[in-house]
């Protein structure tokens, strides 16, 4: 085999491993929450008007796991990000009475692709 043909076919092989690499590196951030946006968070805010400045209803917006927070009530509202967990509490009328943030350890590139990757850690 000539070795120009050797070095496209060893790109063409490597092309899967660099995609997959890619693929796994990328953190996938669908809501960020901004100190701008918890400014805004006042107490007295419907949810309706919490929903309106985050831009989003309560959920997880991140492929990692949430964290444990145990002392959730039932007028507490959660949206899990890559950078941490907004935790908003609500009075018996439904609104806003505090928020708390809980944020994550940053995550490496090594970090994220074993993870992704499904390797232990």
Do not use: C
């Amino acid at each position: 085999m000539q070795p120009t043909m050797r070095a496209v076919l060893g790109g063409w092989a490597l092309l899967p491993v660099a995609g997959g690499l890619f693929w796994a590196s990328q953190a996938t951030p669908e809501l960020v929450v901004t100190d701008g946006m918890r400014e805004q968070l006042r107490p007295g805010l419907s949810q309706d008007e919490v929903e309106a400045v985050i831009g989003r209803p309560p959920g997880v917006y991140t492929d990692r796991p949430p964290p444990d927070l145990t002392k959730a009530g039932e007028h507490t509202k959660r949206w899990h990000t890559d950078a941490g967990t907004l935790q908003l509490a609500f009075d018996a009328d439904r609104r806003l009475a505090r928020q708390s943030f809980f944020p994550t350890t940053p995550e490496t590139f090594w970090d994220r692709l074993r993870r992704r990757l499904n390797f232990g850690g």
